[in-house]
Every structure is written in structure tokens, then in C-alpha cells.
């Protein structure tokens, strides 16, 4: 069946200008297009800063108003990432159902040792064949992927991108994290200038404790609910006992619906 377009005011689209990426962004000769892209972290958190009610299950915490929002979002990123976690619990689509949308993000998807089967009946990839968002490129420890499920992808516009695993390997025994400022240069040598970065807990978490100074814009949903113990939630390892992990400053509180919508940039 066929979803409602969404639909998100002119109003509250001028509000959030300031916190996306702008077409400087994206020029060359302009000295903010840099070797990394725009990163704009952004996702949907309950009062007990849970992204969902546990690992594998999704949650909707977003009421209309604020989904509006994220799918508008998402016409003003080059790219939308989310770790495998994500992809296998939620399936989700990733592309942008906004009325009359006339962009839609690259889905990046971290998957060092390919576990997500996106062969199968993936919504990602039903969207991108129906020409309705693009398929996703996937980040990889694998230097030989499977050669069908490579086929799979690029038949579709898709791609495997190998990384090798480094900085940021003190935090994991297994050797399979990548450093996120290798990421997002991955992400830029594609020629995507601006990024957002929904989740799930691992990849949030990791970003800000890795290098919260790669993030420079933060647009987090707050919904009105407690979900419990037990969630997936927003809590980054601290490096100093004594100092936190990240502020933000330059903040603006929006309410959209029942929710409020916080953005900020990490003070520096
Ligand atoms: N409320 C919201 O806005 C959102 C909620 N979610 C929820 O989050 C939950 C999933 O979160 P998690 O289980 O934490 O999974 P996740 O989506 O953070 O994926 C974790 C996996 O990604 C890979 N990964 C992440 N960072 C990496 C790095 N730097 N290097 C190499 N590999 C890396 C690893 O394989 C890791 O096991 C789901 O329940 C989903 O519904 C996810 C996104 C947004
Ligand atoms: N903004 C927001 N609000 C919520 O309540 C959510 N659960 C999420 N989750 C993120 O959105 C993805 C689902 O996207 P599709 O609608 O399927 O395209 C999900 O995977 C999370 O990244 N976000």
C-alpha cells in the first residue's frame, strides 16, 4: 500500500537552515569544501535517552510532525548513515518520503563483516529498484565481498567500500572498528559533501566518543516517553572522569507536535 507523503511547513524549514548544510558546502573553490563531509548528527531519543526499546527492536518515537522533519532532513544530506545493527532491526528504508521530494540520500551502511542481508527482500534496495531512493553503499572490512551480492549492488547503483580497521580499535578486542574520521573521508572521496547520521547507539556513541569535533551540526527528537531499562541508549564512554564528553552550543528548541526538537553545535 502506498504511504501518505509527508509534509514539513516552510516556517519551521527556515528554523533548521542554520544548522544544515549549506551550497558552500558542496563548491570547490569555497574554503569550507574540506576533505570531510558536512556531518549532521540526528535521530529520535525517549525522555531516558533511549533510540528504542531494546537492540533489534524498532520503535517508533517520532510523532508526524518531527518525521516530517527527518524526511526533509533527508533531502538536505548527501548521505544517510546507520550501522548494521540498525539496518537488520529496522530495515528501514532510508530514503525520503516528503511530498514532491527531488533529492534523496546515498544510504551508508557500517557492515564490516557483512551481516546484513540485503539480498533478500530489504526495503533499502526494493525502493532504490522502484527508483524511489538510492541503493545503499556499504562499508566493509570484507576485501572480497561475495561476488553475487556484489552484483546485487551495483546492478542496483550500489557499492561495497573496503576500510581497513584502525584508530579508534582501543575501545574493541575483535579489531573491527573502523576510526570515523576514515569513514566520513570514505564518504567524501565519493563525492558526498554532507552526511546524517541517525544510529543506532553503537555508531552514535562511538562518534562522540571517538571525535565529537567531526559532528557539526546535532538535530535530536524528544519525544514525551519514558521506554525503560533495557533500551538501546545514547551514552557515550567518557574519556576523563571528571570531564563530559560534549556540549552543545548555538541551541534552538523547536516543538513539533508533541515533540520538541533540539539543534546545536558541538561547542568547540
Ligand atoms: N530512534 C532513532 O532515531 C534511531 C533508533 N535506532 C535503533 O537503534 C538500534 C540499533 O542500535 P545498535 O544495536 O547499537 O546498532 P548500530 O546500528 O549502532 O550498529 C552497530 C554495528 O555497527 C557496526 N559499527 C558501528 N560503528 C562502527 C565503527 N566505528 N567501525 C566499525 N563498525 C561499526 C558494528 O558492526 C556494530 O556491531 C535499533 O533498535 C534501532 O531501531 C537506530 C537509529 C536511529
Ligand atoms: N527520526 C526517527 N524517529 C524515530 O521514531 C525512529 N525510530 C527513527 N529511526 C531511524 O529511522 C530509520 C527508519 O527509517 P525509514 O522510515 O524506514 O526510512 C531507522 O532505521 C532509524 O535510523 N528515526
Given at each position: 500500500m502506498a504511504e501518505t507523503p509527508l509534509y514539513f511547513p516552510s516556517a519551521e524549514r527556515e528554523r533548521l537552515e542554520l544548522h544544515l548544510p549549506t551550497r558552500k558546502d558542496a563548491d570547490p573553490s569555497s574554503p569550507s569544501c574540506a576533505t570531510l563531509p558536512f556531518v549532521t548528527l540526528t535521530f529520535a531519543t525517549s525522555l531516558d535517552s533511549a533510540l528504542s526499546l531494546g537492540p533489534g527492536i524498532r520503535t517508533a518515537l517520532s510523532g508526524p510532525e518531527s518525521k516530517a522533519m527527518t524526511h526533509y532532513l533527508r533531502t538536505r544530506h548527501d548521505a544517510i548513515c546507520v550501522g548494521v545493527g540498525t539496518a537488520i532491526a529496522d530495515d528501514p528504508g532510508l530514503n525520503s518520503r516528503l511530498n514532491a521530494a527531488t533529492h534523496q540520500p546515498r544510504p551508508i551502511i557500517i557492515d564490516p563483516r557483512l551481516r546484513w542481508d540485503f539480498t533478500a527482500q530489504s526495503k533499502v534496495m526494493r525502493l532504490a529498484r522502484e527508483g524511489r531512493g538510492l541503493a545503499p553503499y556499504i562499508v566493509t572490512l570484507e576485501e572480497e565481498p561475495p561476488p553475487h551480492k556484489k552484483k546485487i549492488l551495483e546492478d542496483a547503483g550500489g557499492k561495497f567500500i573496503t576500510l581497513t580497521a584502525g584508530h579508534g580499535d582501543e575501545g574493541r578486542t575483535d579489531g573491527t572498528r573502523f576510526g570515523w574520521r576514515v569513514i566520513l573521508s570514505a564518504v567524501r572521496q565519493e563525492g558526498l559533501h554532507s552526511i546524517m547520521i541517525e544510529g543506532g547507539g553503537e555508531v552514535i556513541n562511538s562518534l562522540l566518543c571517538e571525535d565529537a569535533d567531526l559532528v557539526d551540526s546535532v538535530i535530536v527528537t524528544i519525544a514525551p516517553i519514558w521506554l525503560g531499562q533495557g533500551g538501546v541508549t545514547v551514552s557515550p564512554p567518557r574519556?576523563?572522569?571528571?570531564?563530559?564528553?560534549a556540549r552543545l552550543s548555538d541551541t534552538m528548541w523547536m516543538p513539533l507536535g508533541a515533540d520538541v526538537v533540539l539543534c546545536g553545535k558541538v561547542a568547540r
Open positions: 574519556a576523563n572522569i571528571d570531564r563530559p564528553v
